[in-house]
């Protein structure tokens, strides 16, 4: 079992953002990666929205920061935690445009990277970049493709259904020919699309027994992850009930659970961070290599 920390400050959803994080600075969120890092914990998230609607804003979250830029701030600060994109929008972005800016961020951070994806829902976005709505699922497949065709190479060349194009030249580009691809979505297409072109799946809005169906009736690739969403945990003041609610986790199927804990504070956050750790000795903390 693995731990990755759904990184505070960078993405306020309602009901899940504790008081603080809304007036925090760069500082803190510096103090939070840093100690996850010295911890062990296996990943640092941060999500992609480029604007919300202002009236989807209370039922969605409003703060949402860069990833490209986050990330690569925090890779600047840590030094061997992975880096995820949980997650990127597909049909905002050309393939060979996450090929460059992603895999350069990849390079920068030492092969850091873990490059979270999915389709998309919030259409009001997508017609505000002029991305297509209709086909993005059909689109998101043709993008996935060029991505695992053209990453890491200098020469990147592609044609496809959506996407076709002579060779370019991508300098610079990612020292790694492959990159752990993580699956976002809630439908048995999502966890189809992850098992054939992604490393992991992270669901969302699934029900515990939602989660076991689909898995189980899915042959899974050797190696692969089930990422699963934690939040709301004090291991502090609640350890019985923090271990309880990671149990249901692992119980449903999870090799990787994304945690979010309960803190007034940076300092507080670091302390429930490893609390959790006492709770699970026998995880894989820092252990494993990239």
């Given at each position: 079992?693995?731990?990755?920390?759904?990184?505070?400050?960078?993405?306020?959803?309602?009901?899940?953002?504790?008081?603080?994080?809304?007036?925090?600075?760069?500082?803190?969120?510096?103090?939070?990666?840093?100690?996850?890092?010295?911890?062990?914990?296996?990943?640092?998230?941060?999500?992609?929205?480029?604007?919300?609607?202002?009236?989807?804003?209370?039922?969605?979250?409003?703060?949402?920061?860069?990833?490209?830029?986050?990330?690569?701030?925090?890779?600047?600060?840590?030094?061997?935690?992975?880096?995820?994109?949980?997650?990127?929008?597909?049909?905002?972005?050309?393939?060979?445009?996450?090929?460059?800016?992603?895999?350069?961020?990849?390079?920068?951070?030492?092969?850091?990277?873990?490059?979270?994806?999915?389709?998309?829902?919030?259409?009001?976005?997508?017609?505000?970049?002029?991305?297509?709505?209709?086909d993005r699922g059909a689109r998101a497949d043709d993008a996935l493709a060029a991505l695992r065709t053209n990453w890491g190479e200098r020469v990147a060349e592609y044609h496809?259904?959506?996407?076709?194009?002579?060779?370019?030249?991508?300098?610079?580009?990612?020292?790694?020919?492959?990159?752990?691809?993580?699956?976002?979505?809630?439908?048995?297409?999502?966890?189809?699309?992850?098992?054939?072109?992604?490393?992991?799946?992270?669901?969302?809005?699934?029900?515990?027994?939602?989660?076991?169906?689909?898995?189980?009736?899915?042959?899974?690739?050797?190696?692969?992850?089930?990422?699963?969403?934690?939040?709301?945990?004090?291991?502090?003041?609640?350890?019985?009930?923090?271990?309880?609610?990671?149990?249901?986790?692992?119980?449903?199927?999870?090799?990787?659970?994304?945690?979010?804990?309960?803190?007034?504070?940076?300092d507080e956050c670091v302390e429930q961070m490893r609390a959790l750790t006492a709770l699970f000795p026998e995880a894989s903390w820092g252990s494993d290599a990239h």
């Amino acid at each position: 079992m693995r731990f990755g920390l759904t990184t505070p400050v960078v993405c306020q959803p309602p009901g899940q953002a504790n008081a603080w994080e809304a007036q925090a600075d760069v500082q803190d969120i510096v103090t939070v990666a840093r100690a996850a890092d010295e911890i062990g914990y296996h990943h640092l998230t941060c999500s992609e929205h480029v604007g919300i609607p202002a009236v989807a804003a209370g039922r969605r979250g409003a703060a949402y920061w860069d990833p490209l830029a986050t990330l690569g701030f925090l890779a600047a600060a840590t030094t061997t935690i992975r880096l995820a994109t949980h997650v990127l929008v597909l049909g905002y972005h050309h393939p060979l445009e996450l090929v460059k800016r992603y895999g350069t961020l990849d390079r920068l951070s030492g092969g850091r990277l873990i490059l979270g994806l999915g389709v998309g829902t919030l259409r009001e976005e997508f017609d505000l970049l002029g991305a297509p709505f209709g086909d993005r699922g059909a689109r998101a497949d043709d993008a996935l493709a060029a991505l695992r065709t053209n990453w890491g190479e200098r020469v990147a060349e592609y044609h496809g259904t959506y996407y076709d194009y002579p060779a370019f030249v991508i300098e610079p580009h990612s020292n790694r020919r492959h990159v752990p691809i993580w699956i976002g979505g809630s439908t048995s297409r999502s966890l189809r699309r992850a098992t054939e072109f992604g490393d992991g799946w992270v669901p969302f809005g699934l029900t515990t027994e939602d989660l076991r169906r689909l898995i189980d009736g899915t042959t899974l690739p050797e190696g692969f992850d089930v990422i699963l969403e934690c939040p709301g945990l004090d291991p502090l003041r609640r350890p019985e009930e923090t271990a309880r609610k990671v149990g249901a986790r692992v119980d449903a199927g999870a090799t990787i659970v994304n945690v979010a804990f309960l803190h007034d504070s940076p300092d507080e956050c670091v302390e429930q961070m490893r609390a959790l750790t006492a709770l699970f000795p026998e995880a894989s903390w820092g252990s494993d290599a990239h």
